[in-house]
């Protein structure tokens, strides 16, 4: 049974940045799309990123666009999350997640059992 395991996350002050890992075991990531989805306390999960397995250019929910960069290395089977820029509503629980496609990151409402696989989150605190 296929496993993500993330890492990375941590307290950073606003405008710091952080680098989220998410290491699969059990099946090939780069035979999936993978994503980055998050919940902020208090909110419903919302999708962030989302890469796909072939080319493409990478989805990014709006608010993140410019400042998050999603990035796959498929020899080491880990997808990541470069967090530049972070502002206080960045503050969540950061989830990786692979899936067929890229449908589920940029619905709303996001539906996180329609998911493939997913880890246990990393949580990312952006305070000063």
């Known amino acids: 049974q296929g496993q993500l395991v993330e890492s990375g996350g941590g307290l950073v002050q606003p405008g710091g940045s952080l680098r989220l890992s998410c290491v699969a075991s059990g099946f090939t990531l780069g035979d999936y799309d993978t994503g980055w989805f998050r919940q902020a306390p208090g909110k419903e999960h919302e999708g962030v990123s989302c890469?796909?397995?072939?080319?493409?250019?990478?989805y990014y929910k709006e608010s993140v666009l410019g400042r998050f960069t999603i990035s796959r290395d498929n020899a080491n089977n880990t997808v990541y999350l470069q967090m530049n820029d972070l502002k206080p509503e960045d503050t969540a629980v950061y989830y990786c997640a692979a899936d067929i496609g890229c449908g589920v990151f940029t619905s709303t409402p996001f539906r996180k059992g329609a998911l493939e696989v997913w880890g246990q989150g990393t949580l990312v605190t952006v305070s000063s």
């Open positions: 890469l796909g397995n072939s080319v493409g250019s990478p």
